[in-house]
Nanobody, 124 residues
Framework: QVQLVESGGGLVQAGGSLRLSCAASGRTISNRAMHWFRQAPGKEREFVAA????????YYADSVKGRFTISRDNAKNTVYLQLNSLKPEDTAVYYC?????????????????WGTGTLVTVSS
């Protein structure tokens, strides 16, 4: 089992920045791809960003490309999501998720483990 705990969410004005963290415990995540998804009120959960097991490959949703950066520290069993130039439409609960393997996926069904989420609210 992998337990994932997100932190770093909060209220920020449009144009501001936040850094989300996802701390893993239990099984190592060093050989697994890690992902961030988000879910806004009344909407389906959507893919945001992903990073492969080594950190050598990343992938972003078009809506966040150039504004968000995913990174990982395998020694700390932690994944990060830097959110810059935030917009009101980025308001959502942000979830960390892990796949069983090391390759990036973009669908919720491909995830094996999920965190409980951290709320990001962007005011206009």
């Amino acid at each position: 089992q992998v337990q994932l705990v997100e932190s770093g969410g909060g209220l920020v004005q449009a144009g501001g920045s936040l850094r989300l963290s996802c701390a893993a415990s239990g099984r190592t995540i060093s050989n697994r791809a890690m992902h961030w998804f988000r879910q806004a009120p009344g909407k389906e959960r959507e893919f945001v960003a992903a990073i492969n097991w080594s950190g050598g490959s990343t992938y972003y949703a078009d809506s966040v490309k150039g504004r968000f950066t995913i990174s990982r520290d395998n020694a700390k069993n932690t994944v990060y999501l830097q959110l810059n130039s935030l917009k009101p439409e980025d308001t959502a609960v942000y979830y960390c998720a892990a796949t069983w393997g090391g390759a990036i996926e973009t669908t919720t069904g491909a995830m094996t483990w999920w965190g409980t989420g951290t709320l990001v609210t962007v005011s206009s």
